[in-house]
């Protein structure tokens, strides 16, 4: 099974911040098959960033994905109040999918 | 637009089986991955199992002795299956389907509670 293991888990920032959320995998992921998602109180999880660097349908170029192997990142350039949520990194690429345990952002 | 949603009862007796549908419309689940996710209350996301009119179906392994998904294409629903249930096993339940094993669409969520 790959463990997933975000960094850090809980942030404390402001609007307007850069922020890069960190996701390090116990094994290489295979083909970088990993998802960042963003999860807000009582909604379902929206895919922002799939294969670790593809923006999903709809997402703004303030979010961008990165790495390989083991490490990836998510860095959100300029954060909106909208943005202050949960984030998950998750790999899709060999059974059991998995999930890191989540980044929380909140507001400062 | 590919909408699925999740049917079934609320509420689960402990060492009981729980099973929810998952309704499909705006696309055939004969050509997707289908499967399901779990979020308990303040908890992360799990994945449960996925299942594919061609393919093998894969289960998470921490739950593969309890966990069956199947698919009625006549109905375009797929369903899932947990046995024995405990608190434990307390959880929003997502059902997802997909071109892959990557989420293209989500249901969204219906909240099963195990209790006497």
Known sequence: EIVLTQSPGILSLSP??????????SQSVPKNYLGWYQQKRGQTPRLLIYDASIRATGIP????????????TLTITRLEPGDFAVYYCQQYAVPPITFGQGTRLEIK | QVQLQESGPGLVRPSETLSLTCSVSGGSISSSFCGWFRQPPGKGLEW??????SKDTDYNPSLTSRVTITLDTSRNEFSLRLTSVTAADTAV??????????????GQGTLVTVSS
Do not use: M
């Not at chain 1, 307007?16 to 995998?25: F, I, K, P």
């Not at chain 1, 170029?61 to 990836?72: E, R, V």
């Not at chain 2, 449960?48 to 009119?53: A, D, S």
């Open chain 2, 48 to 53: 449960i199992g996925y299942t594919h009119y």
């Open chain 1, 16 to 25: 307007g911040e850069r922020v890069t959320l960190s996701c390090r995998a």
């Open chain 2, 93 to 106: 339940y997502h059902c997802v389907t997909g071109g892959g094993w990557l989420v293209d669409y989500w």
């Open chain 1, 61 to 72: 170029d303030t979010f961008s994905g990165s790495g390989s192997g083991t490490d990836f």
